[in-house]
């Protein structure tokens, strides 16, 4: 348990807070929020970073309770178990998931922690973590798709002060920074992170100049407060008390052969409380798929998809965190045993979205999309230059893929598009211009997205021709259970990889993989996956449908699974449409499913080798 | 004598201000804009002011405009159907964007995507493909891609762009595109990519330039239009456009480039208030231009504007040179509710408009607005814009009193003083957006209030951002025709250009820099300035190697003294490290000490002289204001009722001191003062508002 130390005498006093004092606090932690993304994207030097975002920060109330951010990460949890004191100026650095009961869930994550202090007291915590490219490791990017330990991972980082009262521990960054490829990355993306930080702090020490500091931290109360109050009226209109709900889906493959892992989550309504509970989940992993997620984190993922539609102007904070109790299993998937491998946990946060909308969809129709692009599939590609001009130089590249938006009840779901906040992709001209590889196609796949009436957005097939001998590492999944579709909408298709060799021979290559040699010439399709559709795909309009064959979004064989029929002139033919909507409505069931998850997994298991060129994994079995 | 003219239309009003050059009196007419077709409103204010002045059209020697046409065309989703060629393997580049979703967790489910502005069905590909060294690694197929662009004629494009994956390298297989199109659809205005912005990221640049194709028809007709009825009407004027930029460009320049024109009215703004804030000699400050449904603000060091590479109107963002304007949806439109979930007083973004505007407009509006706050807390005297539109003070009380009731308040003032709270806060969030969070402090600068709602929460805004003193320039609601009025022609030249410093030398920059101004300055030169009227500026922009944003900083000639000969030391480079360095530090509080310098682009400005316009001198007239004083009115503060004195902004002098709480009304705004604040009266007529000692 940290010890925190404080200068300041006595106790702050609670007082009433206006509502417009309230409203303006509220917004002005908002801004800081955003002010921390921001300079953290401009002083980051990885691409992961600095292109894609991969980053998460975070407000705390002076006990570290979440007050604005997006993804609750526990404070409390890592101070818990932090021995040791914590004074003003001084900045905690860990990476190590299983030292903060996992408000970080793997070790390329590097999460900064900061006490704010105004006149001598705490008075909240800033913090925020960030991904980094290459901790270390036996393989570049430090996410090695065979891992059976955290040790094979990388550097893990205790919890420890990288600054002690403003003072830079620099041995202490230098033996951290000695273990990685690019240190340069780490170091300017860690000073990126504190700045962000300190920036966080500056600004509430501001509001607390401005308001007074009793006013500030009851504000603060106060919004906790509001936040548990709009939940408990949701979770009373919207959950029967006494009824169970559940919903299962899968993360394909571990990494070492064995899956498809079963991802249950049950939600049931005691008075005023929820329960979600895990238990059914498959047990922990071999490879190093296990998502170790943290309580609080289940509860964030939980309270935005309830208010995201009821009330989207809120200001997120941990204050309905006592409203949700969770329960999830020892040395299930969700809370592996130390010391289990942990760095392919981002198909397992991705899939969270799947499940909380598959449970909680069927409560509240707006809620109810298809199965999006549940995860945040990488590509990884390093050598050495062997051109005359940069022989021996040494690149890498991390990347995030995108893939298909599910149908929802508003509409379509967007081709090509991020499930994750604040993430974009790296433009083809800048992957080109600092790394050996040519872009030959980036464009989504027509068909790939779900029919429906709202159609699932369709996935991405980007081709990279390699220019310098190197290797390269994939981690993907949906590859072998679908994207389903709900509401009558037909499931998305499947993720593909494939590599053409400059030889002209073929490789199909599995979701998860590290270490595979490539030659200059070599040409990698990494084709992601499609959103489920939403909605009967028969009644979509027609004249929808011919115009996205002509967008090149649905081929003229795509569109007979919306019963549409084209003309030679690519319009749609209403009478061809017509009879062909008849047949096919006669040949299926008057009512459709809710849910459409493609055929039952024996069958799926089955057919495996021959619809992916890849062996059927074998079924998981508690280690 | 000469007259220079300047014009601003706004969504209801058409300002239009003649300046006599000579003495610096000026002129103004309002008449309502014509939406339909802008010029037609245009031609009538200036015919109105013309008959004030007692000055024949002819007499005019140039007309400066600031326009909305390219921002309508956006926001109303009326540009012209675009055409767009790409390299094979990338149709879908507006697709897919930067498959980027906005919100936060969960923020798809409720994410409508926005159709993009070149339609799928209306791009091709061609055959070719350029490396990113600019080397051709396949040959353009020239006979596919005339046979695709005949496609598009049948298909009716208005306008295409063209722009293929690392055309910023090596532009050849665009301009060969570009020759094949003028044969193939000749009339239908073409976009290159590599011409609009040669910068890399293919996304950011295919968007600017299929931008400019999308509001390019528009504007090329009103820009014709508007010419021809000048001289229909007699003006022998030349026609200037106000650029994103805060330059003038000539007509013909503008209408060729219309995605530099997106930010056109608030450019205006800042320049008009660069102009005012110069007359009462502060040259640092914040400009803050409250409007109906949206306020912009601005940061101005030194009398130049933060210029930015970002422009932003609605859901589009391109990659066009701007006055660094942040706007926030927050005017006097503004409606304010109280979400049954959270009980919180929300102010916008929902707006009220022009329809149906405020309640108390009586136009159809009953839901309470910053407006209505105005009026019941008695800010807002009951006729606004020189008794055009009269106030329902009863219709603001009952609107506000709905959110007194929400939010259990006991008096409908109390709800005002909440809404007015508010909303000065969310303009104070934009203003912290472009300084604080920029590394400047508000407090080392001045703030010039402007547009119909500016003067009304400037005492408040100076207060909360401690800038001092605020600046109410005169005519606050026709500034932007102002600073129409009072800018300069100007043009830029940019490329991208990355190279680390350890491969660049003094030489090889200056080289560039010069190459850079010589384009601008013929540019300038074709607009009727000569070379000798010319100045240049030049600026780069910077990073350390692998950073993904740029700082830009300017570079001085002289640094980089003995270049020119092949003799250079290095010393230029240095300099522009250590600018580098001092403004990173200032931004982010740390440097990368050992990571290498590396230039990204750099940008040659060209500008023409300054128009020499004198500046009115308001008679003297000691401290004492009575002579305007009014009446006096009851208003709401500090949670109770007090006595404010009213006067009229047209009868104050020089050197009067109106002591707060005041109201000080004028034709086209309002100016509040608050208690334990004073505005003097400046000889160039702008109110400095200050807090009163002790």
Known sequence: MAQIIQHAAGHVAAVDVDVVTLDIIENALRNARYEMDEVLFRTALSPGIREQHDEFPLIGDPEGKMVAGQFGLSVPALLGRYDGTIEEGDVLLTSDPYACDAAISHANDWLVVMPIYHGGRVVGWASMFGHMSDVGGKTPSSMPADARTIFEEGVVIPPFKLYRKGELNAEALKIILNQVRMPEWNRADLNGIVAACRTAGRRVQELCDRFGVETYLSALNALLDRNYRAMKTLLTTIFADGETISFTDYICDDGVGYGPYELKLSLTRAGDKVVLDFTGSSPQARGPVNYYINENLVRMFFGIYMITVADPQILWNDGYYPLIDVIIPDESYWKPKYPAALNARNHGIGRVFDLFGGLLGQKNPDLLNAAGFSSSPHFMYSGNYTSPDRKGEWFQLYSIGFGGIPGRPIGDGPDGHSLWPSFVNIPCEYLESYYPMRIERWETVADTGGAGLHRGGNGVDVAYRFLEPGTIAIHDDRWLTYPWGVNGGEPGARGRKWLERADGTVEVLPSKIHDVPVRPGDLLHFVTWGGGGWGDPLARDPGLVALEVRRGLVSADGARRYGVVLTEAGEADAAATARLRAELSAARPAALPLFNMGPPLPEILRRCLDETGLPAPRAPVAS | ?694
Request: aromatic share 4%; net charge negative.
């Open chain 2, 1 to 694: 004598m000469t007259y220079r003219l300047g014009v601003d239309v706004g969504g209801t009003f058409t300002d239009v201000l003649l300046i006599d050059e000579r003495t610096g009196l000026t002129y103004r007419a309002k008449t309502p804009s014509t939406t339909e077709d802008q010029s037609v409103g245009v031609l009538r204010g200036i015919e109105k002011v013309c008959g004030e002045a007692g000055i024949a059209l002819a007499d005019i020697t140039q007309v400066l405009h600031g326009t909305t046409v390219a921002t309508n065309a956006i926001l109303e989703g009326k540009g012209a159907r675009v055409g767009l060629v790409t390299t094979r393997g990338f149709r879908q580049v507006l697709q897919i964007a930067r498959s980027f979703v906005p919100g936060g967790l969960a923020g798809w489910i409720i994410w409508p995507k926005p159709e993009p502005l070149a339609a799928l069905e209306d791009t091709v590909e061609a055959t070719e493909r350029i490396g990113a060294d600019g080397s051709v690694v396949i040959p353009l197929d020239a006979a596919d891609i005339r046979a695709k662009l005949r496609a598009l004629r049948q298909a009716d494009v208005e306008a295409l762009t063209i722009s293929l994956i690392n055309s910023y390298a090596n532009a050849a297989h665009e301009r060969q595109i570009a020759a094949i199109a003028a044969e193939e659809l000749p009339g239908v205005p073409v976009s290159v990519s590599s011409t609009v912005l040669p910068e890399m990221r293919e996304y950011e640049r295919t968007i600017t330039a299929v931008a400019n194709s999308y509001v390019h028809p528009q504007v090329s007709r009103y820009i014709a239009s508007l010419a021809a009825k000048l001289e229909d009407g007699g003006v022998r004027a030349g026609l200037y456009i106000l650029r994103s930029d805060g330059g003038l460009a000539s007509a013909a320049n503008a209408a060729d480039s219309p995605v530099a024109l997106l930010l056109s009215g608030p450019a205006g703004g800042v320049a008009g208030a660069a102009w005012a804030a110069e007359q009462v000699g502060y040259r640092d400050f914040l400009t803050f231009d409250m409007g109906g449904t949206s306020t912009d603000v601005a940061l101005v060091q030194d009398l130049q504007p933060r210029i930015g590479r970002q422009t932003t109107v609605g859901d589009l963002k391109v990659r066009a040179t701007s006055v660094d304007v942040r706007t926030v949806g927050a005017g006097g439109g503004s409606i304010a509710h109280v979400p049954p979930l959270t009980r919180a007083l929300r102010v916008g973004p929902q707006s009220a408009g022009a329809v149906p505007g405020p309640a108390a407009y009586r136009t159809g509006g009953t839901e309470p607005t910053v407006t209505d706050a105005n009026v019941l807390l008695g800010y807002l005297p009951a006729e606004l814009a020189g008794g055009e539109i009269t106030l329902d003070a009863q219709a603001a009380r009952d609107a506000v009193k709905a959110v007194a009731d929400a939010m259990e308040l006991d008096s409908a003032e109390a709800a005002a003083a909440g809404i007015v709270d508010i909303v000065n806060e969310n303009m104070l969030g934009a203003l912290r957006l472009v300084s604080v969070q920029q590394g400047f402090d508000p407090r080392d600068f001045a703030l010039v209030a402007f547009g119909g709602a500016g003067p009304l929460h400037a005492n408040a805004l100076g207060k909360l951002t401690g800038a001092w003193p605020v600046i109410i320039p005169p005519s606050p609601g026709v500034l932007c025709a102002y600073g129409d009025a009072t800018t300069m022609v100007r043009d830029e030249a940019a490329r991208t250009y990355i190279r680390r410093f350890d491969a660049l030398s003094d030489a090889e920059l200056l080289g560039l820099l010069h190459e850079l101004a010589e384009a601008a300055a013929a540019t300038v030169e074709a607009q009727g300035v000569p070379r000798k009227e010319q100045s240049v500026s030049y600026h780069v922009d910077l990073r350390y190697h692998g950073q993904g944003f740029e700082i830009t900083v300017p570079a001085a000639e002289s640094d980089f003294a003995g270049a020119a000969d092949g003799a250079g030391s290095g010393a230029g480079l240095a300099a522009l490290a250590a600018a580098f360095d001092a403004e990173h530090s200032r931004l982010f509080s740390f440097l990368l000490e050992g990571n290498e310098h590396e230039l990204v682009s750099a940008r040659a400005t060209v500008s023409g002289p300054r128009p020499s316009v004198a500046a009115v001198r308001l008679p003297d007239g000691g401290t004492d204001p009575g002579q305007a004083r009014t009446r006096v009115t009851r208003i709401w503060v500090g949670g109770g009722h007090v006595d404010a004195g009213v006067y009229d902004r047209t009868a104050l002098l020089a050197g009067n001191v109106v002591a707060g709480p005041a109201v000080i009304t004028e034709m086209d705004s309002t100016t509040l003062v608050l208690p334990g604040h004073a505005a003097t009266v400046h000889p160039s007529g702008s109110l400095l508002i200050r807090p009163v000692e002790g």
